[in-house]
């Protein structure tokens, strides 16, 4: 999905975010996307892991 993004797309993503949130709540929204982000990611392993030994 992020892929087909391109750096332009990133820019405006980043600009609408900044009008939306302000410059002192950026650093905060992207530290709890990073948290979600690195549990989604630890959950899918987690679960790959436990298909592969049930087989």
Do not use: H, W, Y
């Amino acid at each position: 999905m992020l892929q087909n993004i391109g750096f332009p797309g990133l820019i405006l993503i980043l600009v609408i975010a900044l009008i939306v949130f302000g410059p002192s709540k950026l650093p905060e929204i992207g530290r709890a996307f990073g948290r979600t982000l690195k549990e989604f990611k630890d959950a899918a392993r987690d679960l790959a892991s436990d298909t592969e030994e049930k087989k």
